[in-house]
Structures are given as C-alpha cells and as structure tokens.
C-alpha cells in the first residue's frame, strides 16, 4: 500500500505564491514518477507539473516558467515540492498529488484547493 499526505495550498492574492507538498510512504519501491493534477469547477482534470525519480520534469504550457516541482527521496518517503509563483485566477482548483507506479494501480491523494483572488 502507497499512502499520499498532500500538504500546502490555500487562499492567495493574485501574484502571489503558494508551496504544495506530496509525501508517499508505504510501498514506494514500485513509484517511478509523481505529479501534480488538478481540477477546476466544470473541467477535466488536468497535468499540472510531473516528475521522474530520475528527476526529470515536465509541466503544463499553462503552468512552464511559473511552476517548479522537485523532488527528494529517502528509503522510506517519497516527496514532492510544488512551488507555484505568479498565481492568477485561473490556476485556482482541486490540486490532486498522483503517483505512477509499476505494473500496479496509479495512486490519487485526496485534494488540496488552491484558491486565487484577483
């Protein structure tokens, strides 16, 4: 069993910044990548930011130039860091943590909204 504890997120003023983190213990062995999806009122789900264990990364059009993730890894955790500068409006929504894993079942955290005033 993988186990996802989000962390972060909130209520910010346009231009601002927020930090999401995504800790995942358990089972970890079998995790190759770990991102950040998220979703609005009314739309799909959507790629935020991903990152390999190898530490390659990869992000939405939306979010490239504005969004970092990075990520640390020790025998027991693996944990991820999303840090989200130059927020608008649009980026408010459900940030979901997600993990990839090897031949088993993809693992979803439970949520963390992120809301942006204007």
């Known amino acids: 069993q993988v186990q996802l504890v989000e962390s972060g997120g909130g209520l910010v003023q346009s231009g601002g910044s927020l930090r999401l983190s995504c800790a995942a213990s358990?089972?970890?062995?079998?995790?190759?990548?770990m991102g950040w999806y998220r979703q609005a009122p009314g739309k799909q789900r959507e790629l935020v930011a991903r990152?390999?264990?190898?530490?390659?990364?990869?992000?939405a059009v939306s979010t490239k130039g504005r969004f970092t993730i990075t990520i640390s890894r020790d025998n027991a955790k693996n944990t991820i860091h999303l840090q989200m500068n130059s927020l608008n409006p649009e980026d408010t929504a459900v940030y979901y943590c997600?993990?990839?894993?090897?031949?088993?079942?993809?693992?979803w955290g439970q949520g963390t909204q992120v809301t942006v005033s204007s």
């Open positions: 990152i390999t264990n190898a530490g390659i990364a990869n992000y």
């Open positions: 997600h993990a990839d894993r090897m031949l088993l079942e993809d693992i």
């Open positions: 358990g089972s970890i062995s079998s995790i190759y990548a």
